[in-house]
């Protein structure tokens, strides 16, 4: 007993030591999380080094990563909202899968394979990877977009979509593989629905007087077993129905979506959500079969080629039809492009009825894995594309081609929520501005308030001759990124000399590369709210009007000492500049 549980405590050391190498280098790398993941998979797993044997029930486990997932989503999404995405469940998610669908499998005929076989290796091909795209949506901030929502609509589809996928290989299964099961169609339907009926009347009528007596307890550590119940009773019940655990999660999450409780609910999920989603993206590699892949490596190429680019296709052609912009279509075609870990499930049950042989699941089940890992990929390099403006952007004006040249005596650079507010005092003021930024979407989002934005990197010079900056009195630059912000200064004082540049700061220590840059002004962007936050308290303490204008005067003044300081190297007593000449005392009113 002791040896197995000392085993166990090994096994788990590994996975997370494994995860906590991989992803930090992966992402600083710029690789992303996902595919650290998938690397640290493959080299413990049993076809790396072999410290796992058996991924399968560590995919099982981590399946719970997605489930929780989908119920933390499903928190973000009400009732009202939900049904404002039924055109876009409904359509564009059938629109989608069916259409890829059919391509792949005529394509799987041509081929020479059986329509049967055609049919399971695409329809689980087509059940996109709703743990890669949530990811990946979620590092983007994109999820509540509409881009985004999109691509929530066309999930939460797929996964609607894996029961009645499941119960079409009783009609295509050999007749005695069919004959094995037990239950007829019209009693798993039923069964199917008895377990939604049941898990929606406990969300209305029993979820949140629980959570009221919980709260009353004020158990902290029961209201997030609770919660975890919630989830994985949800998952439960769907699973013994015949459904998805994930779609159960989710039907939860938007039943809890109106709750007081939500917010507690979703703190509450979200460490394990991660770990377990982690985890489950260590499972996806270690169950790419390299031994598999490397017997049939033409064959598993040849298919991950042929189906990633088809269903790129048709994910574009049906974003096209339906109206989306063409950047937004090739977005959605890259990041939708790989199998998902449905796919798992239903060539496993396609085993199970005889419609496919052990072969060709392997075969197919590393071509899904492949193409999970691949994803990653390819969005960096759709990335760099965008970046370089590859992309062509509807309905936006690009300084990539030189067809503009800007002559606004104020040039903001980035337009996102600082560089919406910095612009207010020059457009008050009279002055000409022009702005640029780099995000379609934002540019989108401003020109329906009246603001006309142009699409521009403003690290490259030529992009900033284009925008004007060597006619401008003065350039703003408002980005988020601090390395690109130090870099378009860099570039802006090589470019014109002369002009006066003011730059936001992420932090005190970009704050002095920016001095060093040769900014002319630079605004720390946390500094002015948090002293601010500090003066209403002392008013509350009961300071005066003239004892708050002191003390910040005071603070100001200390705060350009330290930062005088360290421009020189030299080492300061925080508390000393911090309190000199400061003798008021919140005790003594």
């Not at 006619?471 to 570039?491: G, S, T, Y």
């Amino acid at each position: 007993m002791a040896a197995e549980s000392a085993n166990q405590l090994v096994s788990t050391v590994i996975l997370l030591g494994s995860a906590v190498v991989a992803v930090p280098l992966f992402k600083r790398l710029g690789l992303g999380s996902v595919l650290g993941y998938l690397a640290a998979g493959l080299i413990i797993g049993p076809f790396g080094l072999g410290l796992f044997q058996d991924p399968q029930a560590i995919l099982h486990t981590a399946e719970l990563g997605v489930v929780m997932f989908l119920f933390v989503i499903g928190l973000e999404m009400k009732p009202a909202h939900l049904w404002h995405l039924r055109h876009q469940i409904l359509g564009l998610g059938t629109f989608q899968v069916v259409l890829s669908a059919v391509v792949l499998t005529l394509i799987g005929i041509a081929f020479g394979f059986a329509w049967q076989i055609a049919f399971v290796a695409s329809a689980g091909f087509v059940l996109t990877s709703t743990a890669i795209v949530m990811q990946v949506l979620g590092e983007r901030h994109e999820l509540s977009m509409p881009r985004g929502q999109k691509m929530v609509s066309i999930l939460l589809f797929e996964d609607l979509l894996i029961v009645p996928l499941l119960a079409s290989l009783a009609f295509i299964a050999p007749e005695s593989a069919a004959n094995q099961s037990s239950t007829p169609i019209w009693q798993q339907i039923g069964i199917a629905t008895l377990s939604l009926v049941a898990l929606i009347v406990a969300g209305l009528w029993l979820l949140n007087p629980l959570f009221k007596i919980l709260a009353k307890s004020k158990a902290r550590e029961v209201m997030t077993a609770a919660a975890l119940l919630v989830v994985l009773g949800s998952a439960l019940l769907m699973e013994m129905g015949g459904l998805s655990m994930a779609m159960g999660a989710f039907v939860a999450g938007v039943l809890l979506s109106e709750s007081s409780f939500r917010h507690q609910l979703e703190a509450d999920i979200e460490p394990f959500r991660g770990l377990l989603l982690g985890l489950f993206f260590l499972g996806v590699g270690m169950a790419l079969d390299l031994k598999v892949v490397a017997e049939n490596w033409q064959l598993i190429l040849s298919a991950l080629a042929v189906m990633m680019t088809v269903k790129s296709l048709c994910i574009y052609f049906v974003a096209r039809t339906l109206k989306s912009p063409h950047g937004e279509a090739i977005d959605r075609a890259v990041l939708m492009s790989q199998g998902g870990e449905f796919a798992f499930v239903l060539f496993s049950a396609a085993v199970n009825y005889g419609v496919i042989d052990s072969t060709v699941n392997a075969n197919m089940t590393a071509v899904v894995v492949l193409s999970m890992a691949l994803t990653p990929i390819t969005i960096i390099i759709l990335k760099f594309f965008t970046r370089n403006g590859v992309l062509h952007l509807d309905g936006i004006d690009s300084l990539e081609t030189g067809e503009h040249e800007l002559h606004g005596n104020v040039l903001i650079i980035g337009f996102g929520r600082v560089g919406q507010i910095a612009s207010q005092a020059p457009i008050a003021y009279g002055a000409e501005i022009s702005i640029i930024d780099n995000n379609p979407e934002v540019i989108r989002s401003a020109k329906k308030y009246g603001f006309k934005i142009y699409f521009g990197d403003g690290t490259r010079t030529d992009i900033l001759r284009n925008a004007g900056a060597h006619k401008a009195d003065c350039v703003m630059i408002c980005v988020n990124d601090p390395k690109a912000c130090l870099q378009i200064v860099e570039n802006v004082r090589h470019l014109c000399p002369n002009v006066k540049i003011i730059a936001r700061a992420i932090d005190r220590q970009h704050e002095l590369a920016l001095v060093k840059a040769e900014a002319d002004y630079h605004v720390r962007e946390t500094f002015e709210a948090a002293v601010l936050m500090g003066n209403k308290a002392i008013e509350v303490l009961g300071a005066d009007s003239d004892e708050i204008q002191e003390i910040s005067a005071e603070i100001h003044r200390a705060d350009h000492e330290r930062f005088a300081l360290e421009m020189a190297g030299k080492e300061f007593e925080g508390r000393d500049l911090l309190l000199k000449n400061v003798s008021k005392n919140p005790s003594s009113h």
